[in-house]
């Protein structure tokens, strides 16, 4: 296993480990932008049930054509087929001292898995930081999204747009909008987000493990907030 010192930072406090991490908050409050960097941080896997699926359907697995139409649509993936995954990818040894979680759990069904999972692990409990963000940002950050298929590169055409319109300012490419990044698909994820995962704050707060973070500010600023989290609990 790696180093196992704790991260610390200029003020000298630490992290806990092992770090076992829930992102919750709606689509496009930048789970997955923090959950990246706080994994390259900590050093711990950064786990996105979003880009587990993704990868799937891309790789065209039996998984993948059984939930390609699915996450297009913007509903969430049987409960059962997520639960799998997760059990799997938590079982690897890179998630001894801990994991960011992000996208997972969605639902209270999920949620009381990942409890079990834990438990029957003796891996303790979780933390879980909400990322709140205004509506009507989630939606610009969603509809305006487009990515680079060729380097990855984000822009928005509300707030980062390209020099010249849908083409990568690094390398030319034609930009493209996730699949599930439509109009329509967003309101049905928004509508889910709200009838599964919202449930699931009230779930935490009240076992005394949620901790809020203001999501509308700059990436940098809800980061450094998200560490203040981490090394207060
Ligand atoms: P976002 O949080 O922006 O909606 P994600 O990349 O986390 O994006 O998820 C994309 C899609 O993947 C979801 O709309 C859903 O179809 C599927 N998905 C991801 N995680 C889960 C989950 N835990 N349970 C069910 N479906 C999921």
């Not at 076992?20 to 908050?25: I, Q, R, T």
């Not at 993936?77 to 759990?105: A, H, K, M, N, W």
């Not at 933390?127 to 060729?150: A, F």
């Amino acid at each position: 296993m790696g180093d196992e010192r704790p991260p610390e930072s200029p003020d000298g406090a630490v992290v806990k480990f092992p770090v076992l991490l829930v992102m919750l908050g709606a689509p496009g409050a930048g789970k997955g932008t923090q959950a990246r960097e706080i994994a390259n941080w900590l050093c711990v896997p950064h786990i996105s049930t979003g880009e587990m699926l993704r990868d799937a359907v891309e790789r065209g697995t039996v998984t993948g054509k059984r939930v390609r139409a699915i996450m297009e649509s913007g509903a969430l993936v049987p409960d059962d087929l997520v639960c799998t995954i997760v059990e799997q990818r938590l079982s690897q040894p890179d998630c001894e001292r801990g994991f960011i979680l992000d996208g997972f759990p969605r639902s209270v069904h999920q949620a009381l898995f990942l409890d079990g999972l834990l438990k029957s692990t003796h891996r303790g409990s979780v933390r879980v930081v909400n990322i709140r963000v205004d509506r009507d940002s989630v939606l610009k950050r969603l509809t305006g999204r487009r990515m680079c298929p060729k380097c990855g590169a984000i822009y928005n055409i509300y707030f980062n747009p390209p020099r010249r319109d849908s083409v990568c300012d690094l390398d030319g490419s034609s930009l493209v909008q996730r699949g599930d990044d439509t109009e329509e698909a967003v309101g049905t994820r928004l509508r889910e987000y709200e009838r599964q995962t919202k449930p699931l704050i009230e779930r935490y707060r009240h076992m005394g493990a949620l901790r809020a973070v203001d999501g509308n500010a700059d990436p940098k600023t809800v980061r450094e907030a998200i560490v203040r989290v981490l090394k207060a609990s």
